[in-house]
């Protein structure tokens, strides 16, 4: 499997021994979408990158999202049509040619409360947006205006005294840590060296200017040094600690909390999504795979980055936005699932950063070093290029373009082919069409793979867990090629049983633990280690859904500490 699986425990000691060994043009910290997109800007540039990531891929803002590629409808309010084109625009290329098999259309209705001006604004609005799009990308159809009938068919759940109307439009969805997980995989396809489980602990400087990474494995302890040109600092909420490392007292960024619930798709009554506006936020009902995503808030965190915590009054607010659209009231005994997570907003001064036309900034806290945050999960590929710009002028180099644009994502490969014919491939394989569906649409063209491992254990084509579709190969892949080190990863976001099954993923621990154990090299006692870490993880977070504001469900929360080095004892 070396040649295939990119991102497996063979490749992260390759990486990190290049990163001891091999000067590079780009260090980058940071291994969400951001930091994963530039390093595959980079390296398909033909520029030698490493990047280090303290936890797991898109452990942080980049598996907490909306699970949404937004065609940024929003930006509208404020007359932004070159940040609406553009986000159309990108929205488009991953619909039809970056990650078909990752990015799928979503259907929405934005609900009228009243008959004449609502109903004149909105549509004068998303016909702007149509307009825009036909000038993009877009797979996706035109805006349609619907009677209280129409919309009542389309959401019979709806109170039917809320609304006199809607309208239909189109957005697009992900499952956001796989996305990341395949950023990454691409990366190292073009050469990128990636170690998860890498903390940075200092910058090295030669006469003021940054020289690369002290980095710690945090899986041995270790210490290895990364020397590049330029260091990107890609890490979102983090963005602050890592730049405390050169002694940059400006604060650039700060967290703002947004929690969604996860409910059981037949527990509301529609075949679209739903968006409307509310006093404090935007409320979102969201279909994701057999559940609906409900979210979300926008509240200051101030407490733990690495695991901010949704607390009851969170709950209860979302509970108490939602019920008053929905004829049949939801109550916590719905909610199958709850994540938290935090959007980093830039906040530094405008002489301390260079300030692009987007959502996104860039900033030199020091020479050698240039910082990114801020920005929108949909336009991380634009990000990226733009980092990487700003990194090679600071190294004053040549200037290779950035090529993404004609780079699609591992597992894109015939992806149309392969989805026609779907049906055929069950029936060669012996699956469920459902099944073959599934394993599309997480993992595409490398279903053939997965597949073949199936064929040499048939025990590995059966459930993980019988109230989920994931299938017990998924995690071997995950651990074989994804990159995945702990059961939280395998669990939290190569699949989603911790917010998709009532115990959150306690009862298949001990097998996914069993599954990966070979690959991973983990003993008995291992084994023992991480099934205890995560039933702990499970129940501060249950504790912590159980306290009534942030203070309290913070500190529920961290009663479980961290499965990797930097927070065992």
């Known amino acids: 499997m070396t040649d295939l699986s990119l991102l497996g425990p063979a490749q992260r000691e390759t990486a990190l021994t290049r990163m001891a060994d091999e000067p590079f043009d780009l260090a980058i910290i940071g291994g969400g979408s951001t930091g994963m997109g530039a390093a595959l800007d980079a390296a398909s540039r033909g520029l030698s990158v490493a990047v280090i990531e303290q936890r797991d891929i898109a452990s942080g803002t980049s598996s907490r999202s909306s699970k949404l590629i937004h065609g940024g409808l929003r930006y509208l309010e404020r007359f932004d049509f070159r940040l609406v084109r553009e986000a159309l625009t990108e929205r488009g290329l991953l ?6 098999h990752l990015v799928y259309p979503v259907p929405f209705i934005y609900p009228f409360r009243h008959r004449v001006w609502e109903r004149a604004y909105v549509a004068a609005g998303v016909a702007v947006y149509d307009a825009l799009a036909a000038s993009a990308t877009n797979p996706l159809p035109r805006q349609r205006q619907l009677s209280r009938r129409s919309m009542l068919e389309a959401f019979p759940a709806l109170d039917a005294t809320a609304f006199v109307g809607g309208l239909r439009y189109y957005d697009a969805g992900t499952d956001d840590a796989r996305f990341v997980v395949a950023l990454a995989r691409t990366a190292a396809r073009e050469g990128a060296a990636i170690a998860t489980s890498t903390r940075a602990v200092g910058l090295p400087r030669q006469g003021g200017r940054v020289t690369g990474i002290t980095g710690v494995d ?3 302890g270790r210490e290895v040094t990364i020397r590049a ?8 909420v983090w963005t602050d600690d890592v730049e405390q490392l050169v002694d940059d007292p400006v604060p650039d960024v700060t967290a703002s909390k947004g929690v969604h619930l ?13 968006i409307t506006k509310t006093k404090k936020s935007v409320l979102f009902i969201i279909p994701f795979g057999e559940f609906w995503l ?3 808030t926008d509240t200051a965190w101030t407490l733990d980055l ?3 915590a949704a607390s009851t009054g969170d709950i209860d607010y979302l509970l108490g936005q939602v019920n008053r659209l929905l004829a049949d009231p939801l109550t916590r005994e719905d909610v199958v699932g709850v994540y938290a997570g935090l959007r980093p907003l830039v906040t530094g001064s405008q002489a301390a950063t260079t300030r692009l036309s987007r959502e996104h900034a860039i900033s030199h806290p020091a020479p050698g070093m240039v910082t990114i945050a801020g920005g929108k999960f949909t336009t991380y590929r634009v990000m990226a290029s733009d980092v990487v710009d700003e990194a090679l002028a600071e190294r004053r180099g040549t200037m290779p373009v950035s090529r993404t644009e004609d780079v699609p994502l591992v597992g894109s490969e015939g992806w149309a082919k392969r989805w026609e014919d779907r049906a055929k491939t069950a029936e060669d394989r012996g699956f469920p069409v459902a099944t073959i569906e599934h394993l599309l649409r997480r993992h595409g063209s490398d279903t ?14 059966k459930r993980l867990d019988p109230e989920a579709p994931y299938l017990k190969v998924e995690v071997v892949w995950a651990a074989q090629c994804e990159g995945a080190l702990h059961l939280d990863d395998l669990l939290t976001r190569r699949t989603r049983l911790s917010i998709e099954v009532r115990d959150r993923g306690v009862a298949a621990a001990p097998e996914a633990a069993r599954l990966v154990a070979p690959i991973l090299g983990w003993d008995g006692a291992t084994i023992a280690r991480e099934i205890e870490h995560y039933e702990a993880r499970v129940a501060a977070e ?3 859904q159980l306290q009534p504001n942030d203070l309290t469900a913070d500190a529920a929360r961290m009663g479980a500490p961290d499965v990797r080095r930097m927070g065992r004892t």
Request: charged share 30%; glycine share 8%.
């Open 262 to 274: 996860v409910v059981r798709r037949d527990r509301i009554d529609s075949s679209m999504g739903l």
């Open 218 to 220: 945090l899986e041995s």
């Open 95 to 100: 619909l039809t040619k970056l990650a078909p």
């Open 229 to 236: 040109d330029v260091v990107i600092n890609a890490t979102g």
């Open 306 to 308: 690495a695991h901010p």
């Open 448 to 461: 053939d793979r997965i597949l073949d491992l199936v064929d040499a254990d048939p025990d590995l084509g």
């Open 294 to 296: 409900i979210g979300t």
């Open 542 to 544: 249950i504790e912590s």
